[in-house]
């Protein structure tokens, strides 16, 4: 697997704390946020998305400062609840159906035809997230698409293609994007959550090929389900086996941490197969952030992606 190492400030104008690396939006499981794209299309979960579920089972030492990076493939990565799908994907393609703007909007942002909308949003699947996640928020705003940087909380309702990416945020119908990966690390903005730091916040890079089963964590249960690629699939949910062996993770970081076993109850995904480092820009001025946030105190460092 391979990480993000987030290197402390080193003073000089490109890479340390005088450059400034935006913000990233903190965006609580079932919060709204900013100018979203519809109301939200979420179904209750099954548990409490507090404290954050910790999805590495290799935990970073105290100023290891790694994002983990996993497939999005990886067994155990999402989470859900048996036979109940996480979002209602028609009520969503009903509420951009009523209003072409948005819709138009909307498929600007994931780069697709707006007529192809509704079966775009058939294809993806329900799930939950599992651990906080770093992603590219899209508000609306002024009738276009605003993207942001954001992490989303552990327990989050999201519409994953068939890559394991997620592409909808469902407690406000926002598209999604894949991070981007700045210079200079971001600025946490918003309240954080019980549980959460950057070294706990992964990435979701796409699979090598389509999935053909998601094996997804019941988070009430802790049984681990089969689930197929889209909408119209929770009711034919199948149990299957946990993993065989302990699932391990390692990250390229200044300080190796050593193994730490995944408590029975919350069950983490698989060591991943085929890591993909993660869309880096080079540019110190990331796309706005939503209006109206505080902004967390923290001192931005440099950004890079680390080697396998």
């Excluded at 400034?20 to 900013?34: D, F, M």
Aim: charged letters at 20%; glycine letters at 10%; proline letters at 15%.
């Amino acid at each position: 697997m391979l990480a993000v190492v987030l290197t402390r400030p080193s003073g000089d104008k490109d890479g340390g704390g005088g450059g400034g690396g935006g913000t990233i939006s903190l965006q609580n499981a079932s919060a709204t946020g900013p100018d979203p794209f519809t109301d939200s299309t979420a179904n209750d979960p099954a548990d409490s998305p507090s404290p954050s579920v910790q999805v590495p089972t290799t935990a970073p030492a105290p100023g290891d400062n790694a994002v983990r990076q996993y497939d999005g493939s990886q067994r155990g990565l999402y989470g859900g609840t048996k036979n109940v799908a996480s979002c209602d994907v028609e009520r969503q393609i009903e509420y951009l159906s009523a209003q072409p703007a948005k819709n138009r909007a909307f498929a600007s942002a994931l780069r697709i035809q707006p007529s192809t909308v509704p079966d775009y949003l058939r294809s993806l699947t329900p799930l939950r997230l599992r651990a906080d996640t770093w992603v590219t928020n899209h508000s609306y705003r002024d009738g276009a698409p605003r993207a942001y940087q954001a992490v989303l909380q552990a327990g989050t309702a999201v519409l994953v293609d068939d890559r394991g990416v997620p592409r909808v945020r469902c407690a406000c119908g926002n598209p999604l994007g894949e991070p981007v990966i700045t210079k200079t690390a971001p600025r946490p903005v918003g309240t954080p959550w019980p549980g959460y730091s950057m070294e706990s916040t992964v990435v979701v890079k796409p699979a090598a090929k389509p999935v053909e089963e998601f094996v997804i964590v019941d988070t009430g249960t802790g049984e681990w389900v089969k689930r197929q690629p889209g909408d119209s699939n929770a009711d034919r949910d199948r149990e299957t086996r946990p993993p065989t062996t302990s699932p391990t993770a390692t990250a390229t970081s200044p300080t190796p941490s050593s193994p730490a076993p995944e408590p029975p109850s919350s069950p983490g995904p698989e060591t991943p197969e085929s890591p993909v480092s993660p869309r880096t820009e080079d540019t110190t001025t990331p796309p706005e952030p939503p209006p109206g946030e505080t902004t967390t105190e923290q001192s931005p460092g440099d950004v890079s992606p680390a080697s396998p």
